[in-house]
T-cell receptor, first 114, second 113 residues
Framework: KAGVTQTPRYLIKTRGQQVTLSCSPI?????VSWYQQTPGQGLQFLFE???????NKGNFPGRFSGRQFSNSRSEMNVSTLELGDSALYLC?????????????FGPGTRLTVT | AQSVTQPDIHITVSEGASLELRCNYS??????LFWYVQSPGQGLQLLLK??????LVQGIKGFEAEFKRSQSSFNLRKPSVHWSDAAEYFC???????????FGTGTRLKVLA
C-alpha cells in the first residue's frame, strides 16, 4: 500500500504570494490532518478534514485554509505569505480520525518564504 | 486544557546504553497515546500506540512504552540504543470525541559511538 504523498517537497515563495500544498492520503483513509512544524513552535495542528468536511481547526489565521476532495486528497492554501510561514508542513492520514487512531505522516513540504 | 509535556529537550546516551524518554499528559480521562520518531528532514513515523488494555506496549525498532495512569505518564524505553536511533521523538495525545491531537515539544536524542 502506498504511503502518504505530499507535493511539492520543496517550495520557495516571496512574501505576499500565495501557495497551495497537496496531500494524497493512504488509500481508504478518510481523514487528513495538516501540521506546521517550526524550530520555535514545534508541531502545531492546522486542521483536520474528514469525508470532505473540516472537523477541527487549530489556532491559525484565516490565511490558512484547506479542503478535501471526494477521493480524500487534500490541499492546503496559504495566502499573503509572511516570513513566519516558513516551515515544514506535514500531512497525516488516518482511517477514521486523528484523535481515535494512529496517523501516518507524509514526508512534508518545506516552504521557504523570502 | 489538554497538554503534553516532554521535559527533556535533548538527551545524549552512549550506544548500547538504555534509554527512557519521558512524556506526561494532562487530560481528564484516558486519552489515546502515541510515540513518533522523526529523522532529519523526514516525516514522522509511528513507533507505538496505547488505546487500552495492557499498560506495557511494544512497538517497532525495539521500543516499548508504559502507561501509568496514576502519574499521567507514557514513557518510552529501549534497553539498548543503536546509533541509528538518533532522531527526534514526539509524544502525542489523541483526545477522543474532540478530534484533537496534541504533540509534545519533542526530545532530540543524540547517540555517542
Amino acid at each position: 500500500k502506498a504511503g502518504v504523498t505530499q507535493t511539492p517537497r520543496y517550495l520557495i515563495k516571496t512574501r505576499g504570494q500565495q501557495v497551495t500544498l497537496s496531500c494524497s492520503p493512504i488509500s481508504g483513509h478518510r481523514s487528513v490532518s495538516w501540521y506546521q512544524q517550526t524550530p520555535g513552535q514545534g508541531l502545531q495542528f492546522l486542521f483536520e478534514y474528514f469525508s470532505e468536511t473540516q472537523r477541527n481547526k487549530g489556532n491559525f489565521p484565516g490565511r490558512f485554509s484547506g479542503r478535501q476532495f471526494s477521493n480524500s486528497r487534500s490541499e492546503m492554501n496559504v495566502s499573503t505569505l509572511e516570513l513566519g510561514d516558513s516551515a515544514l508542513y506535514l500531512c497525516a492520514s488516518s482511517l477514521n480520525g486523528a484523535s481515535s487512531g494512529e496517523q501516518y505522516f507524509g514526508p512534508g513540504t518545506r516552504l521557504t518564504v523570502t | 486544557a489538554q497538554s503534553v509535556t516532554q521535559p527533556d529537550i535533548h538527551i545524549t546516551v552512549s550506544e548500547g546504553a538504555s534509554l527512557e524518554l519521558r512524556c506526561n499528559y494532562s487530560y481528564g480521562a484516558t486519552p489515546y497515546l502515541f510515540w513518533y520518531v522523526q529523522s532529519p528532514g523526514q516525516g514522522l513515523q509511528l513507533l507505538l500506540k496505547y488505546f487500552s488494555g495492557d499498560t506495557l506496549v511494544q512497538g517497532i525498532k525495539g521500543f516499548e512504552a508504559e502507561f501509568k495512569r496514576s502519574q499521567s505518564s507514557f514513557n518510552l524505553r529501549k534497553p539498548s540504543v543503536h546509533w541509528s536511533d538518533a532522531a527526534e521523538y514526539f509524544c502525542a495525545v489523541g483526545v477522543g470525541g474532540t478530534y484533537k491531537y496534541i504533540f509534545g515539544t519533542g526530545t532530540r536524542l543524540k547517540v555517542l559511538a
